[in-house]
């Protein structure tokens, strides 16, 4: 006769929780980031508050900054968000055509970002050697796009391996974590484009 009791040696282990390490990490990086950029921007409010105090003018009158292109840079990485959490949003649901095609179309817009920006680089006529702004704009910026191009790294590795099948409902950190990590760079940006681009 069948015995229904139920034998507790028997039973499967609860499979182990996956620790969010990859998230955490990618936290701590981003923190770091952010800290790098809030002494470096610190730097530059702090240096031009003093010319400003002495009755000097920052804004040396040979360098142009057009607010139009830093416009576009920002619009440019705000929609790259959205698209960055659509992303994460089809890992989540196992949907692998929007995945692919998110992850896609952010790159392409981390593309757009680093082009333009060389070009508004090129429209400042800025010579590195003239000032400290000079040098506090460039050490800013090309800083930015390394933290841009490290994202988008994340991003390409993140590709890899949904394409292998390891971005799924039940495992989606990777998405996740670029994403924290876009969110960040993003953010760095915002401060940038007050501090440099609206305020000069």
């Known amino acids: 006769m069948y015995d229904e009791t139920l034998n507790l040696a028997e039973v499967p282990a609860a499979p182990v929780a996956r620790p969010r390490v990859l998230i955490v990490a990618t936290a701590f990086a981003a923190v770091a980031a952010l800290m790098y950029f809030a002494g470096l921007i610190g730097i530059y409010l702090t240096q031009r508050a003093a010319e ?67 070009y508004l680089l090129s429209l400042t006529e800025m010579d590195l050697a003239a000032g400290r702004f000079e040098l506090l704009v460039y050490t800013i910026a090309i800083s930015h796009m390394i933290m841009l191009m490290a994202a988008m790294l994340y991003l390409v590795v993140v590709a890899f391996r949904a394409l292998g099948g390891q971005e799924t409902s039940v495992h989606h950190d990777g998405v996740k974590s670029a994403a924290l990590l876009w969110d960040a760079m993003v953010l760095v940006y915002g401060l940038i484009w007050i501090s440099i681009y609206v305020m000069k």
């Open 52 to 118: 400003i105090a002495q009755g000097r003018v920052w804004l040396p009158e040979s360098v142009d900054i057009p607010l139009t292109q830093a416009n576009m840079l920002f619009g440019t990485l705000l929609l790259s968000v959205i698209l960055i959490h659509w992303a994460s949003q089809a890992a989540r649901n196992d949907d692998r055509p929007h995945l692919y095609l998110a992850l896609g179309l952010t790159l392409l817009m981390g593309f757009a970002f680093i082009n333009q920006s060389f």
